[in-house]
């Protein structure tokens, strides 16, 4: 819309010029996480750490309104517990952050050392996963078919020991909530799975204004150890495909390795079928390669850590009190208003910083609404209001618009609406203008695309097993591509199987990801 | 009140017959916490962790409420940062896990190992504080008077490898909140530390319902690198003394190791003044030995994850739905009240247990107000009211109130703030008398109390230093007693040091621990 021409910018990257470059732009600029100095660990900063809030307050009443509830189990898992669970311990090989020392001391020459007096009989692995920790405890809790469904959920931290790490979507450490829970039967189960998926599905495409498609993910990417997994997965900008958060039917596999049973109604023992669902920071990472545009990120105000920002413009003389008199009396009038169910969030940001530097800092960031209030809008009774999704008019200029105090406050439920409800639609309308169904050479499509601007394919298929699946994976894989998931929403198949010719049985989607 | 002697009490071990018994019987009857299988880690079960998160909810009001942000930092911190920090790296020991390998492959044997070839250049230690590298961000975060004060909070687990574990008093992992402020200069420093020291009265004293005593600590108490350590100290019903909170000011000391410096208003640079504070999951354990009775734990209400259960006493027969609908409706008509500033907490427990084991489930669990229903109340229209904080009659019988619905509905609010007031008016009652002020001699005071009911004595003393400091730590010990703190708020001075003789400047509390 905007004349591109006139418009400088605040970013130094853009989207189009370097995409992964960008992308760290939004996260240093916006003031969302930065490197620790510890390897493949982040720093989530204040801005980055209340939109993860926000997530969390907002997921957590879905989870406890489910009949789930919250508990918390240890960081630390006896490395014995992954001998119980592996299928070949001696072709076993993880990532895994491993403590093997309870002390550390001076070695006499300066520097600390593990103290080797303080070794562990049994290392323990610092959890990458909790479904042998909670299976365990899990054995202990159900005896009856009346303890059934158990289901329990914890937020906690987990690591991974990633080689190339890349902030938000994959860290060594990073902050999730891990679902799991036990059923009587298959059936109670997977109704579960399928519950924990629709929940996410609703929250992506609710709170975060992220349009997902949520299916099964093929044989090849399911979690070890799982009868199916089921994922929704995200467009980002780029068209890659972003898995958001998976939710497993885990058969009674792990209840086999964990011991969980139950004495049914007519008294004979069973094993329970379990569950287990999870979304963690990464979904930030999603947001920004959503909503982000090439002045930073576009907060959606659902999980917006303040919604609306003040900023009284102050020239250290008398007219400060005024205005800041003024900017209080909106914030207060802005307070008394509820949007998506909750009263609206409303910084004055009061700091001693430049205002022209704080309305970019706050761009960056992506606050939905920026208010400016300077004394001559205090004199006219009026605010300068700009919408974070819409920051330039067609002429390349900034989309201040000069509204009334009582207008803009009796209408900015609305606007706050409008907003949530417009990033959602522009990224709906890309990602359905992305996703190809008459593609017939995949080679072609995605040549000289490495960037992943082409999208995703979807494609009918026979879903084959064993060696027929691991040749089409090859095959994907030579072309930097994946099979993201069966779409559980598609239209009925018609024909043969995109890669075997044999009769298809589903369609699928298959693009490039992170 | 209630003739001991008819009374049948829901738990095998007494406060007076074993109190550290009763303690772990609380814990395990209450559906709070359990040994994981972990060395020194705990599972948080679903009550305990609810009362975790109520704690988290409101102390994080608080903590939002003083411009405080929350953050996230990593879970690891390279071996190099605690050189920097330690004065003496040669006499270091200290008991914390570190992480030396970061991948698991089986031997060959059957068996899992840490991967030979993983190990890490620079061993990492898992946190058990964050006052390095967080002073690393806040470096980096600091360069000017306008960016202080700097106010960061985070909530997360840390490890410190304790040889002797209690549930929640002292556990390997457990959960806390650390803040870390950076201040330009003593005063504001100072103002923050006592800030966050009345903010954790405050707590304690409201909705934990148990009473403290805020004070300094003595030198030898203080947090190694500290200028002054600050302390609630709460009595437990043994008598003994449970830190529940500390705030550090910390001067300059970790300004200069970690590189926090600004440039103050007149162009120079200068080092930031530092605090920081913390509480934990240890004020879980404190709750249950202030409150818990012979029957389990007594939850005050503000706390409480359920503050009213309702039990429908089912029969299997055509009186069922009228029970529940009957149920159902108080239900909804608590729901419609607030107490403290929050609606009720409700729940109906319609799982399928007997109503009588539920009952005594949830007076060991604490719930505050327990509600039975059965068909005849249905048709008098009245509920079977028991407040846990007044669980028997003189008689030694339950002390059920058989109410009129409309009169339990509309005094609840009322019956919930007079548990919560009930259980701190007890407490601090029991608190009072057992600090003692005549002592003059406590090896006699304390003689065969080694469950420690003889509570505190508090002493004037003249606040020795160096050696005649460490000869009454001695002495002290020998007795098996320490020092708490000094009072913000005790009587002046007037007289002799009770240890040395010296004119005394200040009072101190003296006692046992855990």
């Not at 997530?55 to 240890?74: R, S, T």
């Not at 202990?140 to 158990?150: A, G, K």
Request: charged share 25%; proline share 4%.
């Amino acid at each position: 819309m905007a004349d591109k021409n006139l418009i400088k910018h605040a970013l130094n990257v853009t989207r189009t010029q370097n995409f992964a470059g960008w992308y760290q732009e939004v996260i240093s600029e916006g003031d969302l996480a930065e490197e620790s100095g510890v390897r493949g660990c982040m720093v989530i900063r204040p801005w980055g750490y209340g939109i993860w809030e926000r997530i969390q307050k907002l997921m957590d009443a879905e989870i406890k309104a489910a009949g789930v509830d919250n508990c918390y189990f240890p960081l630390f898992i006896p490395l014995s517990f992954f001998e119980k669970e592996a299928d070949h311990v001696d072709g076993f090989a993880k990532e895994m952050a491993v403590v093997t020392h309870h002390r550390l001391v001076g070695d006499g020459k300066g520097k600390l050392i593990p103290d080797p007096e303080s070794k562990l009989e049994e290392p323990l692995v610092v959890r990458p996963t909790s479904e042998t920790v909670i299976g365990a405890a899990m054995s202990r809790w159900v005896q009856s078919w009346r303890d059934l469904p158990l289901m329990v959920n914890q937020w906690a931290n987990v690591v991974r020991w990633e080689m190339r790490t890349r902030m938000f979507l994959r860290t060594s450490e990073f902050l999730w909530q891990e679902g799991h829970t036990a059923h009587v039967d298959r059936e109670d189960a997977l109704k579960e799975t399928m519950r924990a998926l629709e929940m996410y599905r609703a929250f992506a495409e609710g709170p975060l204004a992220m349009p997902v498609v949520a299916g099964e993910k093929p044989e090849n990417e399911r979690f070890p150890g799982a009868v199916a997994t089921y994922s929704i997965e995200a467009m980002m900008q780029d068209g890659k495909a972003l898995q958001a958060g998976t939710s497993h039917y885990l058969g009674t596999g792990f209840a086999e390795s964990s011991g969980i049973r139950y004495q049914d109604k007519e008294g004979s023992q069973q094993y329970a079928h379990t569950t287990s669902w999870g979304v963690s920071t990464r979904l930030i990472g999603g947001v920004i390669m959503t909503h982000g545009d090439d002045d930073g990120l576009r907060c959606p105000p659902q999980i917006a850590p303040h919604q609306i920002i003040i900023i009284p413009m102050l020239r250290d003389n008398d007219d400060d009190e005024v205005v800041l008199e003024y900017c209080r009396t909106l914030r207060t009038e802005l307070l008394a208003l509820s949007a998506f169910g909750e009263p609206l969030r409303v910084l004055l940001d009061t700091k001693a910083t430049k205002a022209s530097n704080k309305r970019w800092s706050w761009v960056k960031k992506g606050a939905p609404i920026i208010v400016e209030v300077g004394p001559r809008d205090v004199s006219e009774g009026k605010a300068a209001v700009l919408r974070r999704d819409r920051l330039y008019k067609d002429d390349g200029k900034l989309a201040t618009a000069f509204t009334p105090r009582a207008e803009f406050v009796s209408g900015a439920v609305a606007m706050i609406e409008d907003i949530q409800a417009t990033l959602y639609a522009e990224a709906k309308a890309r990602m359905d203008a992305n996703i190809r169904r008459d593609v017939t050479d995949l080679a072609t499509h995605f040549a000289g695309d490495e960037a992943g601007f082409a999208g995703w394919v979807e494609v009918q298929w026979a879903r084959p097993t064993g060696a027929a699946l691991d040749k089409i994976v090859e095959q994907l894989k030579a072309l930097k591509l994946t099979m993201r998931n069966s779409p559980l929403e598609a239209a009925a198949v018609d024909g043969a199987c995109f890669f075997t010719g044999e009769p298809a049985v589903e369609r699928i989607l298959i693009g490039r990801t992170y």
